[in-house]
């Protein structure tokens, strides 16, 4: 009586019988591959999805220099639309799908835009914190207002000198702000240092 051929099947020229302790093996290959991948689309997936939230909130110039596809530009600001939670994370998830279908040149800019955007931000931030600094200084310190005008030769000196002298009269506490240990008072001359200081700088680091 003629044997009943095994199951199985090829792989590379070598027969695997079903059942095997090599079939076995193959197969739990397989199914790691398989999780493996998995777990990789899933990854890539939240990564993209992530992507998207951010391109939400990049500005209008960088974002219309992407020319993204139009499906996605409108899939965005829908979800800039939506409030409620459930419906924007459809969204969201939606948006995610379509950023898979941007090649990696098109990715690449992406991340190279928000990365400007993000540099810029730190560089206001900056800004800020320097003429923040220097009004403190120029209303604390009589030497202060010498070093911004041998710094910055091209500032109005009067204009400043004149806002100077007004916001520390400004800043005098009254004997009863003393006695209650209130912070002293900023009036306008107080801002318009902070906004003319700002404003040179911002020429200069143009």
């Not at 910055?152 to 003393?178: G, M």
Request: hydrophobic letters at 35%.
């Amino acid at each position: 009586m003629s044997r009943k051929p095994k199951k199985g099947y090829f792989v590379r020229g070598q027969f695997v019988a079903e059942g095997s302790e090599l079939d076995l093996q193959l197969k739990a290959e397989q199914k790691h591959f398989q999780d493996n991948s998995k777990t990789e689309l899933k990854r890539e997936s939240t990564e993209l999805q992530k992507l998207g939230e951010q391109l939400m909130s990049l500005r209008e110039g960088l974002f219309e220099r992407l020319q993204l596809p139009e499906k996605l530009v409108e899939a965005l600001a829908e979800a800039g639309r939506i409030t409620n939670f459930e419906g924007k994370r459809r969204q969201m998830q939606y948006v995610g799908k379509l950023m898979r279908g941007l090649d990696e040149e098109q990715l690449a800019a992406v991340r190279e835009a928000l990365d400007e955007q993000r540099q810029g931000s730190a560089r206001d931030s900056l800004a800020l914190h320097e003429a923040e600094r220097w009004r403190d200084d120029l209303i604390a310190r009589e030497e202060a207002f010498g070093e911004w005008i041998a710094a910055h030769p091209d500032t109005d000196s009067q204009q400043l000198r004149a806002l100077v002298r007004q916001a520390r009269k400004d800043r005098q506490p009254t004997q009863d702000e003393i006695t209650q240990g209130l912070v002293p008072r900023h009036g306008r001359a107080y801002r318009e240092i902070f906004q003319l200081v700002k404003e040179q700088l911002h020429h200069e680091h143009e």
